[in-house]
């Protein structure tokens, strides 16, 4: 692989540099986060003409058929930004369980319109076990005349209330299955939930023999959930690096301007310290997030243990970045109108999306045995 950005994908991080900041500054997140639902329809628009919408998607659907390490290089500058709003429900999860599982028809109905900006999806996974295996769904589908009813009850799924389709996973006598519910059709009730992260909103969703349209049965439901999931996860380690980046930003410029016994308390060596861990966090994180999304791009066989590896350490770095950036800032970084702060909550809201370390520690361990005894059984 290559260990820096290509010439395009350069071109690509610095237009985002210049667009996110510009167009989500810290008084608009402030703003959204107080709104029911930190979605601003203006927002999403401009980056759907830019392209962000369908970075990832063939260009047959409206997308720009860009691929992976491209989309990590976008989701870091998003973080960095602390982008509110649907993002990484919509593009990540939703859309590659599409462009996974969907035929070309499915793809037209539901994946171009996310391209070009014109809907917002979800992916409802969670259930009381609170476990992202795809093993543990429990709720059920049944068939009926006109296609599918749902019945169960599913928890935290982001940006649910603005979504024009809930991706849903459920569990069929034949096995797993993926099926698109409509939000505003009979038997589904959608309530917020509290969350730290006001910049990501989650919800419950409870579903009374509401209708569905099937999407994928079987081992293609399962592979094209564990398709979405690892996307997601590799983009949102990503994202966390471009926070770890901004926090770290502020926490320096803070230590250089900050005096105390007459000089800034960027000399003295204990904060030193501390701003040096948040760099190798930072630094260590970044490397992780990038191989995770080219092993995923380029289909390596350790693609899989590459995301669990970079969220793993990103779910702990980006929360010990926040505790050492608040640490230097004293006092000061506990207050309301210091942005540390939304950075800290996106972290512990972050750790835990898609499995926390501890999670992926076991997931690596469990994908270490299965290769193993794979490898055993060819010899």
Not at 73 to 95: D, Q
Not at 178 to 190: A, E
Not at 299 to 324: I, L
Not at 362 to 377: F, K, S, Y
Request: aromatic share 8%; with cysteine.
């Amino acid at each position: 692989m290559q260990f820096g950005l290509t010439e395009t994908q350069q071109m690509l991080k610095n237009s985002a540099r210049e667009f996110f900041p510009a167009e989500c500054p810290p008084a608009e997140t402030r703003r959204l986060m107080e709104t029911a639902t930190a979605y601003d329809e203006r927002l999403w628009q401009k980056m759907a003409e830019q392209g962000w919408t369908g970075i990832i998607f063939a260009e047959e659907f409206g997308g720009l058929g860009l691929g992976l390490v491209e989309m990590a290089v976008a989701l870091e500058e998003m973080g960095r930004a602390l982008v509110p709003g649907p993002y990484l429900s919509t593009v990540l999860l939703a859309g590659s369980a599409l462009d996974a599982a969907a035929d070309s028809a499915q793809k037209l109905k539901y994946l171009a319109p996310i391209c070009r900006g014109h809907f917002r999806a979800t992916v409802a996974l969670l259930e009381e076990s609170a476990s992202w295996d795809p093993a543990a769904v429990a709720l059920n589908a049944t068939a009926s005349p006109a296609g599918f009813k749902l019945s169960g009850r599913k928890l935290f799924v982001p940006d649910a209330a603005i979504a024009d389709f809930i991706i849903v996973a459920a569990r069929l006598t034949s096995g797993l299955g993926l099926l698109i519910v409509d939000p505003k059709s009979t038997g589904v009730t959608i309530t917020p939930m509290q969350a730290i992260d006001a910049t990501r909103k989650l919800y419950e969703v409870v579903l009374d023999q509401a209708p569905a349209t099937m999407l994928a049965t079987g081992d293609r439901a399962r592979s094209a959930l564990e398709r979405a999931l690892d996307v997601a996860t590799a983009g949102l380690a990503a994202e966390m690096t471009g926070g770890m980046q901004r926090v770290l930003e502020i926490t320096v410029e803070y230590a250089k301007t900050r005096k105390q016994f007459g000089k800034p308390i960027g000399q003295f060596q204990a904060v030193q310290h501390h701003c040096a861990d948040m760099l190798l966090f930072t630094e260590s994180s970044r490397s992780a997030a990038y191989y995770a999304a080219w092993a995923l791009s380029q289909g390596t066989p350790d693609g899989a243990a590459a995301v669990s590896v970079a969220k793993s350490y990103a779910s702990d770095a980006y929360r010990e970045v926040g505790n050492r950036g608040i640490q230097v800032h004293g006092g000061m970084g506990f207050t309301w109108e210091n942005d540390l702060h939304l950075y800290y909550r996106r972290a512990k809201a972050s750790e835990i999306a898609f499995g926390d370390a501890a999670y992926h520690h076991e997931r690596i361990a469990r994908l270490v045995i299965d290769r193993a005894r794979a490898a055993a059984t060819t010899m």
